[in-house]
């Protein structure tokens, strides 16, 4: 049987190979939220090495905004949208998944394995074709069940997966419940996240305590730290197609008041200052929607989008807001399930070593810090790096694209370096410091010979810069923080003048 299976994928695969468009479920049940394939990070795990799982202790927060022993603890009327969170972290892997009902997200119509994929030897690009094209013959599956149970008189005569399904919809008084789900919108499917979740808590090892610190010292509850499981799975890289960047996910408007965007740096994806930004955001929706399940749907939603449901419908009870047949299709299916997801994440990660036998964390990365005396390139650092430009990215998750393409990471940026390597990055710090500091001296043979330490301009009254091959007025201006009006001006040039390699320039005070 097993064999015949196998040939029958194959014979799928054979005529898929040609087509470019994918069959499969329609947008909006099938889209970029609902993914078939997801990174198993194994590139992340490998640079560290581990060290023995610490449980969460989230006792001794006495005055902590809004919080109590009990302030996580999963509210009345969530525990089946809880529990199926929990099963996608802990029961269902990435080679798996489930075909659900969208807004009773606990039926379950059929569990999708992808696993005999595997033996099949397709390419990335045929595998997610014919993935989405299981999924799609699941969602049919269940639009039969769901036929045949709406034409049933009574469960008897149905077959134990349709008699499953008759029984949960029994309750619902709504004659045109079996209608309604059958909606293709209704039908979703969920990848499971089982050796994602167990990674996520390896990687979690090497930023969860630093973050814990950071929501201690502003006042808030160290638990919503793990709202980061949700957000990235821990992944530094992860990126989204609508632009939310980083560990948290954040969004460039939302960033912008933080002014730690530049075309070099981007401090969404830097793991410290992003979780300083999400922590002044949930103290921020708290405070405006007044309980923790509010707020931290708002990190989602909106906080302004979350007040106004509670607003229209009259309650600030989130279970109420998101069961509620009305007041739930205001929600988004993300929004609607975020606090759930996350209290599934709590607990899962608070009870890791029962669903995760043996599970470890990553050791922190033996790096240090540095702040950069001078503008360097990308190819200097990743010299530090043994030319290891994974780990380079994953340590500096913080500088572009365009910093990888070329542009300058600018002085002052701090950027992580290897602790081995951390001795040869400020000696060559330190030439070329030197280098520099001997084209801005005032042209006196004592004071050219004299070293200037790195970063430290001269204090010559009068200083000169000897133009070198590549540099140009604004990379010069940056070098010694001044700015490119005033340096045209102390060499009455006009903006957009042309200066050449070995051209001299007066630097203005």
């Known amino acids: ?108 119509y059929e569990v999708v394995d992808f696993r005999d994929l595997d033996q099949l030897g397709l390419t990335a690009m045929l595998k997610e074709k014919m993935k989405r094209q299981m999924v799609d013959d699941a969602k049919k599956r269940a639009q039969r069940t769901l036929e045949k149970v709406a034409s049933a008189k009574s469960p008897f005569g149905l077959t134990p997966a349709q008699r499953r399904v008759w029984t949960y919809f029994s309750h619902d008084p709504d004659p045109e419940k079996f209608a309604k789900a059958m909606n293709p919108q209704r039908l979703r499917f969920q990848l ?48 989204s197609k609508v632009g939310a960047s980083g560990l948290w996910q954040l969004m460039p408007g939302t960033a912008k008041p933080h002014r730690v965007m530049s075309p070099a740096v981007d401090g969404r994806n830097h793991p410290l200052t992003a979780t300083r930004i999400a922590a002044k955001l949930l103290a921020s929706n708290y405070k405006m929607l007044g309980s923790w399940p509010l707020a ?82 990308y190819a200097d650092l990743l010299g530090w790096f043994g030319r290891d430009d994974n780990k380079l990215q994953i340590l500096n998750p913080h500088l572009t694209w365009r910093v990888r393409r070329g542009h300058g ?11 081995e390597k951390y001795s040869q990055a400020l000696m060559a710090l330190g030439r070329r410091g030197r280098a520099v500091a001997s084209d801005t001296v005032k042209t006196n043979p004592a004071r050219a010979a004299e070293p200037v330490p790195a970063g430290r301009q001269s204090r010559s009254k009068k200083k000169v810069h000897r133009v070198s091959r590549g540099e140009n007025l604004s990379r010069i201006a940056r070098v010694y923080g001044v700015e490119v009006k005033a340096l045209l001006q102390a060499n009455n040039l006009e903006m957009g003048a042309a200066i050449l390699p070995g051209q001299r320039l007066r630097i203005p005070h």
């Open 1 to 108: 049987m097993r064999d015949f299976h196998l040939l029958r994928m194959s014979l799928i695969a054979a005529l898929l190979l040609p087509l470019s468009p994918v069959s499969a479920a329609p947008k909006a049940a099938f889209d970029a939220n609902t993914p078939v394939t997801l990174d198993p990070l194994s590139a992340h795990r490998a640079l560290t090495g581990e060290r023995d799982w610490r449980q969460p202790d989230y006792s001794a927060q006495d005055g902590t905004l809004g919080w109590n022993e009990k302030t996580f603890e999963t509210p009345k009327g969530l525990e089946k949208r809880v529990g199926f969170w929990v099963d996608i972290y802990t029961k269902y892997d990435t080679s798996q998944g489930v075909v659900h009902d969208a807004e009773n997200v606990d039926m379950v």
């Open 192 to 239: 499971g996240q089982k050796n994602r979740m167990r990674s996520a808590i390896f990687l979690s090892g090497r930023y969860l305590e630093d973050f814990e610190q950071v929501f201690r010292e502003q006042g808030l509850p160290v638990e919503l730290t793990r709202l980061v499981f949700v957000e990235s799975s821990f992944n530094v890289l992860a990126r």
């Open 296 to 377: 931290v749907t708002g990190y989602n939603h909106g906080p302004a989008g979350v007040r106004q449901i509670v607003e229209r419908y009259g309650t600030s009870n989130l279970t109420d807001l998101v069961e509620n047949v009305r007041s739930r299709a205001s929600f988004g299916f993300a929004s609607r399930n975020f606090y759930a997801s996350f209290l599934a994440a709590y607990h899962v990660e608070k009870n890791a070593d029962r669903y995760f036998p043996g599970i470890t964390w990553s050791k922190k990365f033996d790096s240090e810090d540095l702040k950069l005396p001078q503008t360097i390139k």
């Open 409 to 419: 990471i600018p002085a002052g940026t701090s950027v992580a370096i290897p602790s």
